[in-house]
């Protein structure tokens, strides 16, 4: 048993709200961090959401209470020093920019106290590119979640070479305590063992979408038909929202580049952001 009582989740965005929920939905006591009141009001709607969503989709115990439970177990601030002054693991879920998450970890490295444990959820991005940044390398490493947290309920644990094996250790238990499985990476890899087998494959079906060779809609059905699998690359697209591909992708190759623009034009520009603004490749409302 990991000896964390507090956590910290910075960001609350899609994924940043369902750690924190999944965590609170645990019995932990959980600061949700985002940089504004008015993000954070947002904030609260999601997971009143994410409280019925984990009661549609038969969560254990959470017709029986634990979803309204989770909610009275977290707090909210936009104040980090605040957030962060009790934590005893900070999780890291803020845009997929390396430069945005160095420049948060040196502002978190002067707050925090010194027990405190952060971990980044970063889906592709190496730890040992942010350790030096944060003050305490021996207690820095990363825990990636998959979205939808409540069912696709893996947890990534990768360490850098200064990781303490202990930290690492704690990490691992941390995760099996609020429902995760826990997956130990030896060897620090980027994109871990889940974003390794996934990205290739979305940006494969965006390259086909992009290059105007077929329809996401038709590129979606042939995957489904073909290999029997619930969702196609562009349904999985608009699950994850649009935002942390293209952030990825901006920051890639030429190629991926393209491809960014792509979706910025004929998506996010439009307000076409995925499940979680209605609309994206397919219309939810």
């Known amino acids: 048993m990991s000896s964390i009582h507090k ?3 910075l960001g609350t965005g899609v994924l940043g709200s369902q750690i924190a929920f999944q965590t609170a939905f645990s019995g932990f006591d959980v600061v949700a961090y985002d940089i504004s009141d008015e993000i954070l009001e947002k904030a609260k709607s999601r997971f009143s959401s994410l409280a019925e969503t984990y009661k549609q989709d038969g969560v254990a115990g959470a ?10 177990n977290l707090t909210y601030s936009s104040d980090l020093a605040d957030a962060v002054k ?3 693991l900070v999780i890291e ?9 160095q420049e948060t970890y ?5 707050v925090a106290p010194e027990k405190t444990i952060f971990a980044t959820n970063s889906s592709t991005l190496l730890p040992s590119d942010m350790k030096d940044f944060t003050g305490r390398p021996q207690k820095f490493l990363a825990l990636h979640f998959a979205n939808q947290v409540w ?4 947890g990534e644990v990768m360490g850098t070479d200064e990781t303490d094996p202990a930290v690492f250790d704690e990490i691992v238990d941390f995760a099996a305590e609020i429902g995760m499985v826990p997956i130990p990476i030896h060897k620090e890899k980027a994109g871990y063992v889940l974003n390794s087998l996934l990205v290739p494959f979305l940006n494969a079906a965006a390259e086909l979408a992009a290059g105007g060779y077929a329809e996401p809609h038709d590129v979606d059905k042939v995957w489904r038909i073909a290999t029997g699998a619930p969702m196609g690359p562009f349904q999985i697209y608009d699950v994850i929202g649009l935002t942390t591909p293209y952030n990825i992708m901006s920051h890639g190759s030429p190629e991926a580049q393209k491809i960014a623009a792509w979706l910025k034009e004929n998506y996010i520009d439009k307000g076409k952001l995925g499940i979680s603004t209605g609309h994206g490749f397919y219309d939810y409302e």
Do not use: R
């Not at 040196?106 to 002067?110: G, N, R, S, T, V």
């Not at 069912?151 to 893996?154: A, E, G, H």
């Open 86 to 88: 009790d934590a005893d």
């Open 63 to 72: 017709a029986e209470g634990k979803a309204e439970k989770a909610l009275e």
């Open 106 to 110: 040196e502002k978190l490295a002067e």
């Open 93 to 101: 879920a803020i845009p997929e920019v390396l430069k945005l998450k």
């Open 7 to 9: 956590v910290t989740v």
């Open 151 to 154: 069912k696709f309920n893996t």
